[in-house]
């Protein structure tokens, strides 16, 4: 074992395969897969051969994907199903979070009433106190 010594080797500097970027949200995959379905569309009237190659080769590329373990997310039905899904759960969460901050504000409106009842409490009998012990004192008459 040689320390000193860097090896360089060809896989080294060849770049890795990437995958190609896939969209992230259901929008953007529902609007591909009705652009490409009107492409497909498109194609069948004007050259009949080419869209017959071009659907033969998505069907190899979508048996490839399955069988690599990639999910292929081409239907537009259940694309659809999954957009209103994530919208509901995106409202639902919504509702929680303004319910949340309702409750939050209410707990602490009253924290606030009860401290200030609290400190008013604890003045008037400071000041009773004081009347008390100015009335022993004979400071104050009672009656005038």
């Known amino acids: 074992m040689v320390f000193s010594k860097f090896e360089f080797s060809e896989q080294a500097k060849k770049p890795k395969d990437k995958q190609p970027k896939k969209p992230k949200s259901y929008k953007e ?13 498109e ?9 017959k190659q ?9 048996a490839m994907d399955q069988s690599k373990g990639i999910k ?5 039905v259940l ?7 994530e919208e509901k759960l995106k409202q639902h969460s919504q509702k929680k979070w303004q319910e949340r901050v309702t409750h939050v504000a209410e707990q602490q409106q009253k924290r606030q009433d009860k401290r200030k009842k609290n400190i008013q409490a604890k003045k008037q009998t400071k ?3 004081k009347i008390k012990l100015a009335k022993k004192k004979g400071r104050i008459i009672s009656g005038f």
Do not use: C, G, H
């Open 43 to 51: 194609l069948q009237q004007t050259d009949a051969d080419k869209a």
């Open 72 to 76: 292929v997310k081409d239907d537009p």
């Open 127 to 129: 000041v009773d106190r």
């Open 54 to 62: 071009v659907a033969e080769k998505n069907a190899w590329r979508k």
């Open 79 to 85: 694309l659809k199903k999954s957009m209103k899904k």
């Open 29 to 41: 995959l529902y609007d591909k897969v009705i652009k490409d379905k009107a492409k497909f569309v």
